[in-house]
């Protein structure tokens, strides 16, 4: 099994920055993508980035340009680097992590992320 252990949240005024820290352990060699959902009050879960053990991330167009994914494979962890941050950005932070052999999807605790005056 895989799990998932989630850093990095907390309140930032718009326009600031936070960095987001998921690190998995567990049955790591078996994992594909990596990254991260965000769900906001009252709202479905929704995507944010995602990333392959190998390639750069893929980004939902509300935060691309401002967020940057990264993986580092030897720590097994990703990295959610959020610049120009607006109210907008609101949410709980999930990690998410997937497998194809077998084929199971790993979720984070989630973290709380802020944004406001």
């Known amino acids: 099994q895989v799990q998932l252990v989630e850093s990095g949240g907390g309140w930032v005024q718009p326009g600031g920055s936070l960095r987001l820290s998921c690190a998995a352990s567990?049955?790591?060699?078996?994992?594909?993508?990596m990254g991260w959902y965000r769900q906001a009050p009252g709202k479905e879960r929704q995507l944010v980035a995602l990333?392959?053990?190998?390639?750069?991330?893929n980004y939902a167009d509300s935060v691309k340009g401002r967020f940057t994914l990264s993986r580092d494979n030897t720590k097994n962890t990703v990295y959610l680097q959020m610049n120009s941050l607006k109210p907008e950005d609101t949410a709980v932070y999930y990690c998410?992590?997937?497998?194809?052999?077998?084929?199971?999807?790993?979720w984070g605790q989630g973290t709380q992320v802020t944004v406001s005056s």
């Open positions: 998410y992590a997937n497998s194809w052999n077998p084929a199971r999807t790993f």
């Open positions: 567990g049955s790591i060699f078996s994992l594909d993508l």
């Open positions: 990333i392959a053990q190998r390639g750069s991330g």
